[in-house]
């Protein structure tokens, strides 16, 4: 019923720029509260930044005042914009979206990931 599709991910040196984008698809009502995660290693994904369908942001102080979080909802996508990237930032970054899938029915999704890697 939804899906959300990562892509700008790739390889940069440290000190670099990359803009993340994620869009959903789908049947449902509305999207929420958007968010970025990344994942080193294990299962365990860290919380990187947050945004609610009005434009409101939320950041983990590993990532604040050099990433930003935006929206467009009217292409149904989030962005994640990386400036000064540290080689620390290197993760796999999943996008996840709570979506009202029917009246008053929230669920979470997640994208399929895609790899940022910072090298020194």
């Known amino acids: 019923q939804v899906q959300l599709v990562e892509s700008g991910g790739g390889l940069v040196q440290a000190g670099g720029s990359l803009r993340l984008s994620c869009e959903a698809s789908?049947?449902?009502?509305?999207?929420?509260?958007m968010g970025w995660y990344r994942q080193v290693a294990g299962p365990q994904r860290q919380w990187v930044a947050t945004?609610?369908?009005?434009?409101?942001?939320n950041y983990a102080d590993s990532v604040k005042g050099r990433f930003t979080i935006s929206r467009d909802n009217t292409k149904n996508t989030v962005y994640l914009s990386m400036n000064s990237l540290r080689p620390e930032d290197t993760a796999v970054y999943y996008c996840?979206?709570?979506?009202?899938?029917?009246?008053?029915?929230?669920?979470?999704?997640w994208g399929q990931g895609t790899q940022v890697t910072v090298s020194s």
């Open positions: 996840n979206a709570v979506v009202m899938i029917r009246p008053g029915i929230n669920n979470g999704y």
């Open positions: 789908g049947s449902y009502y509305s999207l929420n509260g």
């Open positions: 945004i609610t369908t009005s434009g409101f942001t």
